[in-house]
């Protein structure tokens, strides 16, 4: 399969790294080939650094680095120093790759290039301690409240996606079975000690009492040792 | 001794260390309950894990690179192949093929999991390749000490079973993927902080092509 595009050249889109998986042959292929490139984190931990150093700071979401969408381009250029010169290139990639997607009807090539130089022409790289010529102003930091609500709504989104939702569950499983089982290490359930049935008198409100918990877990200390000695 | 008069007492007595306590009876049943949620990663990740180490062996043994490749596709979250700093920042593997001049073992294996370009208009200097390594082998080691675990739990009773190795083995085993995940997490924040990648939330990696080969 493929096609000619405008400029000539013929290109290919049937990659070998893509089989189509209507032939029935190729089912063991694809299987092969997705379990070799999987990204599947390897292990919990994995999940927790990947997912950790994705997570911004107070800082990120204020500036506006992290936006209500997520980490923000646009946002991240905007308080970034790096290599201002190449953010043209950038720019026209991702407004190229934002425009075809939004785009439902076909334009020709040739009008989208022509739309597509001039407005690319507009943006420029811009240091954001000078003030604009226009009187533009780079928008406000976002307050702590705002950032706050920003981050809450991003764990959110998270925690819905199957890996997040898999991913938050296990945790709480861990943490809650994992707690119970330091408590009891350290102690800290004295309530646990053994429990003899032969003193079988625990039937009715008799042990809702202070007085009557305290006389039931007597006479069971007391049987358990005569039972020991 | 007296019958206790307190909770704090009634730690101290034998009532509370007896096998027959509900204490120890819970004690089993949460260390079953977490050994079971430890093997959910410890051995349902073994084809991932041993498919990694694969790779890193075909590197570091058998000395072919393709196999690091692989690697820097897989853990492209945190890893940076020596040279793909110097790729073009506009270059985009997912749609353009590789352009000319440029070094393909500086590219992940397949060519479409190498970095993308990234919006700060920056990329993230080279990894330490030491470091693909330590998490590699943190994982497999992690697998086998979750394994001898499992001997450990499911093959004596809750009598018999010696806790300090039990506890030592958890220890162990929660130790070193730390460690690796320590590094995943040290590393992705140095890679992202320079050329973060248009970052989705459904996709593991940073990447919206990743849903679909994942």
Not at chain 1, 14 to 29: E, I, M, S
Not at chain 2, 2 to 9: D, G, H, L, M, V
Not at chain 2, 56 to 61: E, S, V, Y
Request: aromatic share 12%; with cysteine.
């Amino acid at each position: 399969m493929s096609e000619i595009t405008p400029d000539g050249d013929i290109e290919v889109a049937d990659t070998p790294g893509r089989p189509q998986p209507t032939r029935p042959g190729n089912f063991l292929r694809n299987a092969s080939q997705s379990f070799t490139q999987s990204r599947l984190p390897v292990g919990m931990f994995h999940a927790y650094g990947h997912y950790a150093s994705a997570v911004p700071t107070m800082d990120d979401i204020q500036k506006g680095n992290f936006s209500k969408e997520g980490w923000s381009g646009p946002g991240q250029r905007r308080n970034s120093q790096a290599h201002r010169a190449s953010d043209h290139h950038i720019l026209h990639w991702y407004r190229c790759r934002n425009e075809s997607k939004k785009d439902v009807e076909k334009v020709t090539p040739d009008a989208h290039s022509l739309t597509a130089e001039p407005s690319v022409m507009e943006i420029s790289a811009h240091d954001p301690s000078v003030p604009y010529a226009n009187g533009y102003q780079f928008p406000p930091n976002h307050s702590k409240w705002e950032a706050t609500l920003i981050a809450l709504k991003g764990f959110g989104r998270y925690v819905i996606t199957p890996v997040g939702f898999v991913i938050t569950i296990y945790s709480l499983n861990v943490v809650g079975w994992g707690g119970m089982l330091f408590l009891i290490l350290c102690r800290g359930t004295p309530a646990m000690v053994a429990q003899c049935k032969f003193r079988s008198f625990m039937s009715g409100s008799y042990q809702m009492s202070i007085a009557g918990l305290y006389r039931l877990l007597s006479t069971r200390c007391r049987a358990l040792r005569m039972r020991k000695s | 001794m007296p019958c206790p008069q307190n909770a704090k007492e009634l730690t101290s007595t034998d009532g509370y260390d007896d096998d027959r306590s509900s204490a120890k009876k819970w004690l089993e049943v949460d260390s079953q309950i977490l050994n079971a949620l430890f093997c959910v990663t410890g051995i349902g990740l073994i084809p991932w894990r041993f498919r990694d180490l694969y790779y890193l062996l075909q590197w570091r043994w058998k000395e072919n690179h393709d196999g690091l490749r692989k690697l820097a596709g897989i853990h492209r979250g945190w890893f940076r192949l020596q040279g793909s700093q110097e790729i073009d920042v506009k270059y985009n593997p997912e749609e353009e093929s590789v352009p000319p001049g440029v070094n393909e073992e500086a590219m992940a294996i397949p060519i479409k999991l190498s970095p993308g370009p990234p919006l700060t208009g920056e990329r993230a200097p080279s990894s330490e390749y030491w470091k693909m390594d330590l998490v590699v082998w943190a994982f497999v080691v992690n697998t086998l000490l979750q394994i001898v675990l499992c001997g450990f739990m499911w093959g004596m009773d809750r009598y018999t079973r010696p806790g300090a190795v039990v506890g030592l083995l958890i220890s162990l085993a929660c130790i070193i993927a730390m460690v690796g995940g320590w590094y995943i997490f040290a590393e992705g924040k140095r890679v992202k902080v320079c050329s973060y990648p248009y970052y989705t939330y459904g996709s593991f990696g940073g990447n919206s092509i990743d849903s679909v080969s994942g």
